[in-house]
């Protein structure tokens, strides 16, 4: 049973790209939630999708948008990056049904920003 | 706003001691409670949950104790191992779906 996936797990970019992260969630799961964990400090929420939409969002500004596939797999896109953009990308998948609060996290995509 | 926040950033323990991680948290909506595990280069690991009807939890050499009166939250580990080593998160659930709010982190460090 493959757990939570993400791709690719290290990038690095300069100032002004965009950049597109990828996560596919633990099988049978269908909820994915991106998170962002700068050095140091605890993961934020960014955005969650469920049925292809985004549910919840964090205070994250509008360069940050996603995406989720009818197979559940998710991306999440960064324009216009910054400097203070670089940090460990998490996504976390869960089932929205039953114990829906329990995630499972990806090992993230360490995204370098020069 | 409201966060859950860490009493200690670093711990340090000899080996087959316990160790105790605090949390306060402030937000006494909160009713579901999250201990995770982050070794270096991973993401985080689901450790122990409880829900704000409990006020103790026990898993495999993990205990995790609830105090609403005081909004505090800790994970206790028995006997503590090498493998123990690593950063340790509590995080809360804001009760509007499956969005975690997190703490700062306490790093664990087990001495031989």
């Known amino acids: 049973d493959a757990g939570v996936t993400q791709s690719p797990t290290h990038l690095i970019k300069t100032r002004g790209q965009q950049v597109t992260l990828r996560c596919s969630p633990k099988s049978g799961h269908d909820t994915v939630s ?16 469920y049925e292809e939409e985004e549910r919840q969002r964090g205070n ?6 996603g995406h989720q596939f009818p197979n559940y797999s998710s991306e999440l896109n960064v324009n216009a990056l ?33 | 706003g409201e966060s ?7 711990l340090s ?20 409670f999250i201990w995770y595990k982050q070794e270096s280069g991973k ?24 105090n609403k009166t005081v909004k505090h939250l800790s994970l206790q580990i028995a006997a503590t191992q090498p493998g123990d080593s690593a950063v340790y998160f509590c995080a809360e ?3 509007a779906g499956n969005m975690l709010t997190f703490g700062g982190g306490t790093r664990l460090m087990v001495k031989p």
Request: hydrophobic fraction near 35%; charged fraction near 15%.
């Open chain 1, 34 to 49: 991106w998170y962002q964990q700068a050095l140091g400090q605890g993961p934020q929420f960014i955005f969650q999708y």
């Open chain 1, 60 to 65: 994250f500004p509008d360069r940050f948008s």
């Open chain 1, 82 to 114: 910054l400097l203070g953009d670089s940090a460990l990308y998490l996504c976390a998948s869960s089932l929205a049904a039953g114990d829906g609060e329990k995630l499972f996290f990806g090992s993230g995509t360490q995204l370098s920003v020069l």
């Open chain 2, 4 to 10: 859950v926040g860490l009493h200690l950033p670093t």
């Open chain 2, 13 to 32: 323990v000899q080996e087959g001691d316990n160790s105790i991680i605090n949390c306060a948290y402030s937000n006494s909506a909160s009713d579901y």
């Open chain 2, 43 to 66: 993401g985080p690991q689901f450790i122990i949950d409880i829900r704000s009807n409990m006020d103790k939890r026990q898993g495999q050499r993990v205990t995790v104790l609830l």
């Open chain 2, 93 to 95: 659930n804001n009760n």
